[in-house]
Structures are given as structure tokens and as C-alpha cells.
């Protein structure tokens, strides 16, 4: 028996509107605080005036809106289906014939299309917005020099060098690494030149770099070669695909990138000799975010559609919320694993929201067939 599309579409009508407005409250609420975090911060600098703490926090949103999406479809589906069982239409139409897999096919297409657009539109915004608000925040409210003073001022990189042989690589390390009116500007620069087979061909000693358009611009570098003296120190050119942008992308937050440039970024990190496991999470947690709604819809449905007659509905909706607590609790320890290597990023990022789809649907056998 198909379900009938007046009633799909007024299931799904509910389940949209419960959501979005628990996605604005939630969104709303965690601003909040994160507004007063950022006015506590900016007490003691007189450059961040109110006006750009309110930017910076406005930029913030939609970042906060990707993050508490999965607990918005929770809360949401949880309110939407506990409304209509209290009213007995779930019920009704249950008795009726229709099944709990039929009328919640409705809700679980619109939030597995609700994540999708999350990850392919909205992420790209949130990334946009989100690099321009760590900018203003490593501006106006903290004291270190952004993400390459994080790293301790040093700078490790791997790049391609076909200068002295086909498929080279150059390793540049730097121990003191600057920004300065947006040139990189690096100090005490070794520089290792390889050919295809790791072997050393060539190292260069100089006491300052900076990343021009195209090249490492060394000056005072001495050439040393197996076997031989230092050269004399001279200025030396070393062609480079690195930009200070990119330089600077490889130590932002991987959420500053959108989804549709995750892919190449990560392969020029690879290439470049950055670690991309936190690139890769980022991207495989973003493809996993359309399973993780539609099992969040799932979980709701199975801990709000008991009729209210039976007793015990409170115990169950904070089940519901508590299962779903515990859910958040694990991805986020997946997600630790994840980035210090222990799981496979791909694992890390899908395995809460399999292990969640598996219970929901274990909850809802039992709850319709049991």
C-alpha cells in the first residue's frame, strides 16, 4: 500500500517546520553566548569596538547553524512527531493501514535533502564567512600573529623541483616565519633538494626567503654540494606553487574551505608535504552529514510516536534527547581519533552516523513490528 501524497506532504509540512524553527532557536541561542564570549574578549582591546565584535559574531552564524543541524533535526523531529501522535493523527492513520516506514518516508527524504543542501550550499558560505571571521579575530582580539605563530613561527614544506632533475622535490624549513603587510617572510631557511628517489643532490643554507609571485626569493644562500665547499653567499631563486594564501590556508581551520574546494586542497597538501588528515575529515564528515540528518529523523521518530495513553512519553522524549546526546558524544570522540590518526578519516567520520542508523532502525522494527 503506497501512502497517500496528501498526507506525505503534510507530515513532511510538520517535520520542515518543527526543524527550521529548532535549527533558528538553537542557532539563535548558541550565538548568543558566543556574542557575549567575543564582547568578554574584547574588553581589553581598545581596536575591537563593538561594531566589529557584532560582525565578527554575525559572521559566525552559519558556521553555528552547520554544527547544530544533526540536534535540530533531533529536537525538531522529536516535537514535530510528539505533536502528532498527541493528536492522535499518527495513530489514526497507523489504524488506518499505513505503516510508521511509510509515513516517515516523507520526513526522512526532506531531511537527507536538508543535509545535501547543507553540505553543497551552505557550506560554501559558512566557509567564506568563517575565514573572514577567524581573520578579524586574529586582527582585533588575539595577541599571537595568526595561524603560523600557532605552529611556534616555524615552517615545514615539501614542493616539486624539476630545476636539477625530472620529478625533484625541495624541502624548505624555516625557523622563524613572518607576515608582514601580506608578504611570508622567512628566516634561517634550510632548503633540501632531492631527486626522484629521496637521494640528496643539493642543500641551500640562506638567512632569509620571502615568497614573491612564483619563487622563493633567498638571500645570502650558500649552495653546498656532496663533497665540495659552500659556495659563496648570493642571492638565489627557487620556483614555488605556493602562495602566502595557501601557505596560510594549510594552518587555518579545515571549516574555512568550502566543500567544493576540499578535494584540490587536500591534494596540494599531500603534494606539498602538509598533513590533510584534518582536511579529509572535514570532507568526509561534510558527505556524511545528509546520512547523519536522515538517521537523527530515524532516532526521533522511534523515541516520540508511543501514544500518550501507554504513560511513560516523558521518559521517552528524554531517551530520545539523551540518545542523541550520546551520538554527538561519540562522533565527537571519532572525530579526536580521527585527527590524531588513529581511525581512517573516512571511518571516524561515518561510523557514529551507521552505528546511530542502525539503532533508529532496530527502535523502529521493535516499535512497528515488535
Known sequence: MLIAPTLSLYVARVFVLSVTGMLAALTGLIWLFDFIELLRRSATKPDATFAIVAEIGALRLPWISMQILPFAVLLGGILAFWRLTRSSELIVARASGVSAWQFLAAPLMCAVALGAFA??????????MRGRAEAMDNAYLRTGGGPL????GQLWLRQSDAELTPQGVAILHAHVVNLRDGAL???EVSIFRLDAN???LQRVEASQAQLGDGDWQLSNARTILPGHLPSPPRALALATNMTVARVQESFAPPDTLSFWALPGFIALLEH??????????QFQTLLALPL???????LAAGFSMRSSRRGGVAQMIGSGVAAGFALFMISKVAEEFGQSGALPPSLAAWAPAASGLMLSVALLLHLEDG
Open 119 to 128: 553540505t553543497a550550499a551552505v557550506s560554501p558560505i559558512s566557509a567564506v
Open 198 to 200: 629521496d637521494h640528496l
Open 292 to 298: 547523519l540528518a536522515g538517521t537523527m529523523t530515524l
Open 272 to 281: 606539498s608535504g602538509f598533513s590533510s588528515i584534518r582536511h579529509r575529515l
Open 185 to 187: 617572510i622567512a628566516n
Open 149 to 152: 605563530a600557532l605552529n611556534g
